[in-house]
């Protein structure tokens, strides 16, 4: 009987490394598959705190009271108070034409005499010209008042209330002043800033 040669041997096994190599690859494959089931990430909740953060950050930025531009339309009082402006709060702004929450015009205002007396109109009163809710900017105060609820909760401070700082022009009516506060009350702004200017203080 011919006893087989190396020559054969290698003819007759040739398969066995790719064998080994193509087990060794499945194996991997299958490993690789399997960790991205398991280690899959989960980013909502990331994206949660994110996003609080980036309202915190936007609020902060964005409603620094320091320097308030002077024009025909808005002009503050003067104060002698020697107090800091309030740094926290939602900004409402009263000029002669308009009212703002934030940057958003909410509603425009008609002539000073009229004003004066029914303050902003009856259309635009939640029941009638005595009525002192203007539902307009009752509208904008819920949604500026869901943003504070959520900013005060992620800054650990009590979320019951929000503060508010008025803007208002030295000619704003009475009667507008105090619509504008019952509206503010009515939806949980428990606190308010008066911003003015400093003054000189007459010496005595």
């Known amino acids: 009987m011919t ?8 003819n007759r096994y040739p398969a066995a490394p790719i064998a ?5 690859l499945r194996k991997a494959v299958r490993k690789n598959a399997q960790g991205v089931e398991v280690n899959f990430l989960n980013i909502t909740a990331m994206l949660d ?3 609080i953060i ?21 002009r503050l009082p003067k104060s002698i108070i020697p107090t800091q402006p309030a740094e ?6 009263i000029s002669k034409s308009q009212i703002l929450v934030g940057d958003q015009m909410v509603l425009r205002l008609p002539s000073r005499e009229s004003l004066v007396q029914t303050g902003v109109g009856a259309d635009e009163k939640r029941s009638g010209p005595n009525d002192l809710y203007i539902v307009k900017l009752g509208n ?33 009516p009475y009667r507008l002043l105090i619509e504008v506060l019952f509206t503010l009350g009515q939806n949980e ?3 308010y800033h008066l911003m003015v200017m400093q003054g000189k203080q007459i010496p005595s």
């Open 189 to 191: 702004f428990g606190r």
């Open 140 to 172: 904008a105060l819920q949604a500026a008042r869901n943003l504070d609820r959520q900013v005060r909760i992620a800054k650990e401070k009590d979320p019951s209330f929000s503060e508010a700082i008025i803007i208002a022009d030295q000619t704003t």
């Open 20 to 24: 080994r190599f193509k087990s060794e």
């Open 88 to 93: 926290e709060g939602v900004l409402v702004t």
């Open 54 to 74: 980036l309202v915190f950050l936007l609020k902060t930025l964005g409603e620094s009271t320091a320097s308030v531009p002077q024009s025909e339309d808005l």
């Open 3 to 10: 006893q087989p040669t190396s020559a054969d041997r290698s």
């Open 49 to 51: 705190i994110m996003t």
